[in-house]
């Protein structure tokens, strides 16, 4: 399920690198199921290798904003795209999702003033789509020094891990082994679409920029819901479709 969400601010001020604010008040959106909130929060869905998932995505924020000091100032409102794959979520968020409902991001209140549910279903001949990220991909491991590697792009073994982590999230979704694979193929995408963002105390690297992602149409529409590639319920790897 799809919801583009509209929130009414009073000056809103977050750092530059706040998704694990929004992800805190997302979560704070699943406080009517608390055994599924701690669920989802201390372990998700879980694949082969020890890999878990939460099936859940968003975009990056979006509203009349200027930056001040190194903090982000949203004055008047604020929008952003919130997925998920998961039923039990989507109708937990249906019920919540409510104009007028009061939010707290970032120590912050705003109330919900909008709310478009949206659906996704392709047709069974489409077997490709061009994408512009709304938040950007992450692709990376870890090597034998135990440090991280992340992978740009423009690299082979980006779409390879993007198809790998595809296959896990998708077992960890259904219990079973997906039956086809995906491949993302970079059309437009510069420097200045990099990103390096410190989460956790963490810096990621991650990619916006605009690629064609191909696969079946089942597995297009579970991506377009669960994010591209790493860290998904961290806000990275949605995207908007351009065309098919």
């Not at 904003?65 to 952003?80: E, L, Y």
């Not at 082994?177 to 410190?198: C, F, N, Q, Y």
Request: proline share 4%.
């Amino acid at each position: 399920m799809l919801y583009n969400l509209t929130f009414q601010t009073n000056h809103l001020t977050l750092p530059l690198s706040h998704q694990t604010r929004v992800q805190g008040m997302i979560y704070a959106l699943m406080s009517a199921s608390p055994e599924y909130s701690h669920f989802l929060h201390n372990s998700g869905y879980s694949a082969s290798g020890g890999s878990n998932f939460k099936l859940f995505t968003y975009g990056n924020l979006s509203g009349a904003h200027t930056i001040q000091q190194g903090m982000i100032v949203f004055h008047k409102q604020v929008s952003f795209a919130l997925r998920t794959a998961d039923p039990f979520l989507g109708s937990l968020l249906h019920e919540v999702l409510r104009p007028g409902l009061v939010c707290t991001l970032g120590g912050q209140q705003m109330v919900l003033s909008d709310v478009q549910l949206e659906t996704l279903h392709l047709e069974q001949d489409c077997r490709q789509l061009k994408i512009r990220m709304l938040s950007p991909i992450t692709v990376f491991c870890k090597t034998e020094a135990g440090k991280t590697r992340y992978f740009n792009p423009l690299e082979d073994e980006f779409s390879a891990r993007i198809n790998d982590n595809y296959q896990n999230k998708w077992l960890s979704a259904t219990g079973e082994p997906a039956k086809d694979s995906v491949e993302l193929i970079a059309l437009s995408v510069g420097r200045p679409d990099k990103t390096v963002t410190k989460i956790k105390g963490t810096i990621v690297n991650a990619w916006g920029g605009t690629y064609l992602l191909k696969g079946s149409p089942t597995a297009l529409e579970f991506l377009y819901h669960t994010g591209l590639g790493a860290k998904n319920s961290m806000g990275f790897g949605a995207f908007e479709i351009i065309s098919w």
